[in-house]
């Protein structure tokens, strides 16, 4: 295993050091680091943490989940989720795995463990961007030596999962508590991109980097996901959250926050049909009659044609698999030694996964009820947040190209153009892009949502291919009670299903 320390010094202390040396040699006939550098290329390619990529990893328990065996899946995952730079991504794709399977307990503390993680591993990362050589100083750093904190809208889908799971096991105050957190996680980053991009982009002044045109030559590669991202207005905001949210107060007898929440929902994802009636009801339960007309009219929908003492069916479907991250490298310009050199950066893109399942019809005693609609969009979130970030990115990338070009050239001074062209060589096979994400969720999340009659139904879910296509169905007998919820939770790996019912 190769062992990799990161320096703990700045940027500006790091390459002046190596201007310095660069200064004092004249050339002297220095030993030679081709043999080291050497030695270093074979270790590598034997296997090093540090450059093998997650989704790589993560493929066996992708392929026992698609199989249908999550049992495998999560004997695979249990040992990794004990230590090391990844144990935040196991620690999701564990919870994931439980929740899915309606181990709803151990999902919870697979869960919390992972928010220890999290918090834990941003805890240690937040440094100022003046001693950004903390995390790049070394010849041998990339950002995959660090441990993963999590993107931003995976921090919040955590405090989801985890309401959701308490929600299933009844413990509606708990699930109070995380959708909170959830909230406060939003804020929280939204608050801190705009921080860490502003205080960036001064570290790049001060380094005379050109970010327009590094961010416009890196943006280049990424714009074939333009449309993808634009199905999202906001990356940090999730309309899923404040949905459940709005379930978790509803059934908890709290009109008025169910329907603020709701409200903001409305605004996230307007198009969701589902929404509408209940709005016009918590509108009513709540006691914003002055809101009822408005809604009636924009839905086309009247408060009377909301059944009294119904029951309500949720159907909650999780969609096949969240996008992987693949590696590009993108040649940005680098200032050194007042000349400008490309050096090849690597940086992540997402793959979008197709699915075989598109959507699920529900069919009450062979009777249609509606299909479920997308409510939250795991493809447009990640591919919008990975854009959103891309220039504080490609900021840090050419801050470390600088370090890495410093270096190199110290090598030409000290030993000559094999030296130079061997530390070339090793920057460009170790510049490795973080490819680390969380793979397990889904796709998408959809939901349907019906008011019925009391007493028990015989429902049958189809599973809708993305051509229109029934490809197959199963039926489930279900008691419904007047003036309660029921959820009804599905997800797909493939074409394997996992329904769990509350």
Known sequence: MLSVTIHQQSFASTTQRALKRGRRSTQRPGKSPVVILLLILLIAQTGCSVLRHYPKTFRPARLSAENGNIEQALLYLEPKTRSGLDRLCYLLESGTLLH????????????????????????????????????????????????????SFEKTLLHTFQALNYYMTGALDDARVEIRQAYAVQ???????????????????????????????????????????????NAYLNAFTYYLSALVYKANKEPNDAYIDLKTMHLLRPEFPYAHPQLIELATASGFWEDVPGWEQKFNLSRNDIPEDSAELVVIYACGWAPEKYQIKIPIPVPYDRRLYLVPIAFPKYRLLASPIHHLTVLDNHAPLGSTAILFDTDATAVRNLRDKLLRLAIKQALRAAIKT???????????????????????????????????????????????????????????????RNIFQDNITMTLRAEKIHLLLVRTFGTQYFIQQF
Request: with cysteine; glycine share 4%.
């Open 187 to 233: 804020k929280h980053e939204q608050e801190k991109h705009h921080k860490d991009l502003y205080e960036l982009e001064q570290t790049a002044q001060t380094k005379n980097l050109d970010t327009d045109t590094i961010w416009k030559t890196v943006l280049d590669q990424y714009e074939d996901q333009a449309t993808v991202a634009a199905r999202t207005a």
């Open 100 to 151: 899915t399977t309606g181990k709803w307990q151990e999902s919870i503390e697979t869960f919390a463990a992972a928010e220890e993680v999290m918090i834990e591993a941003e805890r240690k990362a937040m440094v100022s961007v003046s001693e950004v050589g903390r995390q790049f100083g070394s010849l041998l750093v990339n950002e995959k030596v660090i441990p993963y904190q999590g993107e």
């Open 406 to 468: 410093a270096e190199q050239k110290f090598a030409h001074d000290r030993s000559g153009l094999a030296a130079s062209l061997a530390v070339g060589i090793v920057n460009y096979l170790i510049e490795q892009a973080d490819l680390r994400s969380w793979l397990s969720l889904p796709k998408n999340i959809q939901v349907a949502h019906f008011y019925l009659r009391c007493g028990e139904h015989d429902f049958a879910l189809q599973f809708i291919s993305p051509e229109g």
